[in-house]
C-alpha cells in the first residue's frame, strides 16, 4: 500500500511539474511593438542571468540537495525561496530517500528569459515517469523554481513556510 501511494504521488507529481510552464501576455500590443518589447526584454534579462547549466551540471546540484552530509544552510542557493524554510530541502531528500526515488535530469532547454525547463525521469522501483521542471535563474545561481518546490513539497504531504 505504501509503494502505491508513493507511485501515486510521483505520478501525480510529474503531471504538475509537465503543466507548470512561464506564459506571457502581450496586452494587445501590436506586432511590431511586441516584436519591439520581446526583444528588448529577452536582450536585457539574457545580460543578467548566468549560462544555462548543462543536464550534468543540474544533475550535480540535484545530487548535493539530496546529500545528508551537506549541511541545509548550503543548500538554500539551489530552490528559489529556500531561505524561508532552510530545512525543506533536507526533509524533501529524506521523503525522496525514504521512497526509494530516483531523479535523473534528462535535457535543459533555455527560456532565453531567464528561466530554463529541464527533461527529467523520476523512478520509484520499476516504475518510472517522465516530466519537467523549471528553474530560475536567481543571484546569478540557477535554482529550481519555487512552484516547482511547492509542487514537491505537497507531493511529500510536507508543510513549509516557503509554500504558504
Known amino acids: 500500500m505504501k509503494l502505491r501511494k508513493i507511485t501515486v504521488a510521483t505520478v501525480a507529481l510529474a503531471a504538475a511539474l509537465t503543466m507548470s510552464a512561464c506564459s506571457s501576455d502581450d496586452g494587445g500590443s501590436t506586432e511590431t511593438t511586441a516584436k519591439t ?40 542557493d539551489l530552490v528559489q525561496g529556500a531561505e524561508l524554510d532552510p530545512t525543506l530541502i533536507d526533509q524533501v531528500a529524506a521523503a525522496a530517500k525514504q521512497a526509494g526515488a530516483v531523479i535523473t535530469i534528462i535535457d535543459v532547454n533555455d527560456n532565453e528569459n531567464g528561466t530554463a525547463t529541464a527533461g527529467i525521469e523520476t523512478q520509484l522501483g520499476d516504475q518510472v515517469a517522465t516530466g519537467t521542471v523549471d528553474f530560475v535563474a536567481e543571484d546569478g545561481v540557477w535554482k529550481l523554481s519555487k512552484n516547482n518546490a511547492c509542487g514537491i513539497v505537497a507531493a511529500a504531504q510536507l508543510q513549509t513556510p516557503a509554500c504558504p
Open 37 to 76: 518589447t520581446t526583444a528588448t526584454t529577452t536582450t536585457e534579462v539574457v545580460a543578467d542571468y548566468p549560462p544555462v547549466p548543462t543536464p550534468e551540471e543540474l544533475q550535480a546540484s540535484l545530487d548535493r540537495a539530496f546529500d545528508e552530509t551537506v549541511p541545509a544552510e548550503e543548500k538554500t
